[in-house]
């Protein structure tokens, strides 16, 4: 089935780790987002790629870095320096133009 | 200000009448505009998209574009307490395809 593949969905991290989540989408969509939502707001854009090798910092990067080498993936790493990291986070996908963007299941990361 | 906004709500609104969704933006270079539905816990799914000036309608629902105001909206027609959910106002723009979102209206409708 074609679409995005969001893991893990839950994942807990301890103060001053960084980790990794995983974003695959297999619809050959050349723009790849990711987001983060705490409860009660809207998604706020943390990265965003249009091609591979190519991405753009959105509103609030800092504390956060992606890589994107394949056009299949564009994993997150939240680092140390992220004082906040608990949250929602949302990676989605689309083409260029007028087209909509299409959404993981979200990993919720908690800092324990 | 806000690259997209939108009312927080709650809006409330009885079953069976037409529920009505305000976004505005601040780029007047936006391209596209959609409208996504998230339910509690779950990921924003579409409901509509619009990049021309005017109105857009699927099956109960409404867009309506206006780039001159930098406003678009979404109306629910004959709402159901089903639709209860935050509708999230999105706009694509620029030349890396920025999809920013707005902070979603809560929308509850009850019998």
């Known amino acids: 089935d074609g679409g995005i593949t969001q893991s893990p969905k839950y994942l807990f991290r301890k103060e001053g780790q960084n980790v990794t989540l995983s974003c695959e989408q297999n619809?050959?969509?050349?723009?790849m987002y990711w987001y983060r939502q705490d409860p009660g707001q809207g998604l706020r854009l943390i990265y965003y790629?249009?091609?591979?090798?190519?991405?753009q910092k959105g509103d609030i990067a800092e504390g956060y870095s992606v890589s994107r080498e394949k056009k299949e993936s564009f994993p997150l790493t939240v680092t140390s320096a992220q004082k906040n990291p608990t949250a929602f986070y949302l990676c989605?996908?689309?083409?260029?133009?007028?087209?909509?963007?299409?959404f993981g299941q979200g990993t919720r990361l908690t800092v324990v | 200000q806000k690259e997209v906004e939108q009312n927080s709500g709650p809006l409330s609104v009885p079953e069976g009448a037409i529920a009505s969704l305000n976004c505005t933006y601040s780029?007047?270079?936006?391209?596209?505009f959609f409208w996504y539905r998230q339910y509690s816990g779950k990921s924003p799914e579409l409901i509509m998209f619009?990049?021309?000036?005017g109105d857009k309608e699927d099956g109960r629902f409404t867009a309506q574009l206006n780039k001159a105001s930098q406003y678009v909206s979404l109306l629910i027609r004959d709402s159901q307490p089903s639709d209860s959910a935050t509708y999230l106002c999105?706009?694509?723009?620029?030349?890396?395809?920025?999809?920013?979102f707005g902070a979603g209206t809560r929308l509850a409708v009850h019998p």
């Open positions: 619809l050959n969509h050349d723009a």
């Open positions: 999105a706009v694509k723009s620029g030349g890396y395809n920025k999809l920013i």
């Open positions: 619009i990049y021309s000036n």
């Open positions: 790629s249009q091609i591979v090798n190519d991405f």
């Open positions: 780029d007047r270079g936006s391209q596209s």
């Open positions: 989605a996908s689309s083409n260029q133009g007028h087209t909509e963007a299409f």
